[in-house]
């Protein structure tokens, strides 16, 4: 059909099945069961009655809620087309199949009910219903057979009702009023029609007894329709009640986070103060805003860790900020350190801890030599120790944050536990650093182009960083201490600038890169690299110290320069070992060494390896054999089976004969010594 046909199609008027629904049931029982005159008057005034009252009824609903007038709309399953047309046609098939049958049993039960009428009337009028006879028989049947079928007629109206579940269910919600005043009117009519009709039809004697009982029946769905109403009226409070808790709440919720907004914005603003300790308040009000977001519950972990994001980004920039007075103390620093070693140089006193110093600053000499003192130094002096305490601190709340972990009995890290700010990302890069930074835990270390100021104070001594740690393009100023440091998931010093840099001890357990790094001065001494470590392109000015160092992963220097000694003595290698293009400029590389006149420690190298991945191309090789395997390693060095017992010191057991010039070897094996 045309869209316009079914805009302009006439709806089937409400009131004429209004009329039918609750006028014809109740009528036509109190017609069939009453007089001549009583059935007029039926005819006639009940029906007026009904009608206007429901009408009146449906006004004042509208009236009192006219927003609330709601349609009598069936939710419909989407389907195809011809599934829906034999969905439909199905349902009002049976539907009508059922019409049909209820209509057959209520004439027959009429029919029934007639013949019944009519037995009572003929009998004599001496009978006896104590007494065994042919026409008690008769009414006896009479009444069963109308008892079932009453039965049956009861079960069709509720088998048909099922086809309009949903129908009766959206009129129980949206119509209650009329549901509530029909039932009052038909359980009133039918309380005086059903006992006048089974009077009359001599199926029952006095009719008060079930009158009163009916009426009783009706009173009783009245009440249970006004505890119904009043458990609804107290559901709709309840729920109204909920909705203004959820949106006290809200409310609060709201208020509690503008409060904490403001408080952020208060913290900020005692970072720009002049006060130290204003700027040390400041960093202790946004680390616990920053924990009052985490713990939130009110909103989700996304929202939480973006909230928090925002102050942890306030606290790295702040870190980033330019302080040019580090710079200042720095020089200063130097200056003093360059006077005191010079002191001992000329009286021939120095100690081996003072050569480092000794070297990065001869370096400087010339500047420091040329050096002006400040006239106000001891003032610079505690405005710089007060910068570093603020700046430290931002460190300290980051530590106490980040993750924590299990060590063994050998202190290897076996588990890392998340920490509270572990989530966060922390960016120091271009990051000017004149303060210790050693004990700390650093979740994610992004220092890249940052600058260090060892005199002034930065060094990493014994700090662990959990995540991949970045110093791409770094500045050491004169020296980098990295002592004890362990880096979890590796780190990146490529295009780094080190002064002296000393990484002893230093464990790094993930990936390693140095390339292109230069170096002054390299002390790797006892290093521990896990996996892989790259070196390709680095320089190395000065030493090269990689003394009982340990490469669990491949090591590549490819590239390298070394323009002094570079000492691998003691080291082991147990994987391949890549030296191919390195430049030695002024000296060779010492693989074996003498510490004392009667310990000699020489470079290990795994025989579980590929002959094919040692290449020391720009070193002089031997031969060594182990395992039936027959490698060139450096001379003097020696092969050993990473399978084979330990000794106390850590040394393999299965070791094989020092590697010999290669013109000296007549390639056989040897028996590995013990």
Known sequence: MPESAQKTKKKFPHWILELFTFIFIPYLIVYISSPVIFRILLFIGIPIFIFLYFRLTNYIINLENPAERKKLILPQVPKSEGKRAKNHFLKRFSLTVLILIIMTQIFLLLGNINNYRETIINLPDNFSFSIKSQELSKIQSLQNIIFMQMLGVIFLIFLIAWFFRECIKLTLQNHILRVFVATVISGGILAFAIPSFLYNYRLIGETKDLTTALLGVTGGVVALFSLIKSHQKSELEREQLEVQKQKDNRDHIRQVHAA????????????????????????????????????????????????????????????????????????????????????????????????????????????????????????????????????????????????????????????????????????????????????????????????????????????????????????????????????????DFSWAEFGHASFYTAKFIGKSSFTNANFSEAIFFGAKFTENAIFCRTTFTNYADFLSTTFTGSVNFSGAVFDRTAVFAGTTFTSAVDFSGATFTLSEMHFTGILNPEIEVKAQFSAAVNPQDYNFAAAPVGIATLLGETFEIPLETVLFDPMSPKYKDGNYSGLSEPAKPIEESDNQGKTPSK
């Open 260 to 491: 904490r907004r403001d408080r952020y914005i208060e913290a900020v603003d005692k970072l720009s103060s002049k006060n130290a300790s204003v700027r040390l308040g400041g960093v202790y009000a946004l680390a616990g805003l920053a924990d009052e977001w985490l713990d939130d519950n009110n909103i989700d972990r996304k929202t939480r860790v973006k909230e928090g994001q925002v102050i942890i980004n306030n606290l790295c920039s702040y870190i980033r900020s330019p302080f040019p007075l580090a710079e200042k103390i720095d020089e200063y620093k130097a200056y003093k350190k360059f006077e005191e070693v010079m002191q001992k140089d000329s009286k021939r006193i120095l100690e081996e801890l003072d050569f480092p110093d000794w070297i990065v600053l001869n370096d400087r000499s010339p500047s420091l030599q040329n050096y002006k003192k400040p006239k106000n130094i001891a003032k610079d002096y505690a405005m710089f120790s007060e910068e570093q305490d603020v700046r430290r601190a931002i460190f300290d709340e980051m530590s106490k944050r980040s993750s924590t972990f299990t060590k063994n009995e050998n202190g290897e890290i076996i588990e890392t536990i998340s920490g509270m700010w572990s989530d966060f990302d922390f960016d120091f890069s271009r990051a000017p650093v004149f303060y210790s930074l050693g004990d700390l835990t650093i979740e994610k270390g992004n220092f890249s182009a940052a600058k260090f100021y060892f005199y002034a104070g930065a060094h990493f001594d014994s700090a662990t960083f959990i995540e991949k740690a970045d110093f791409w393009g770094v500045t050491f100023i004169d020296r980098a201490y990295f002592a004890n440091v362990t880096f979890i998931r590796g780190v």
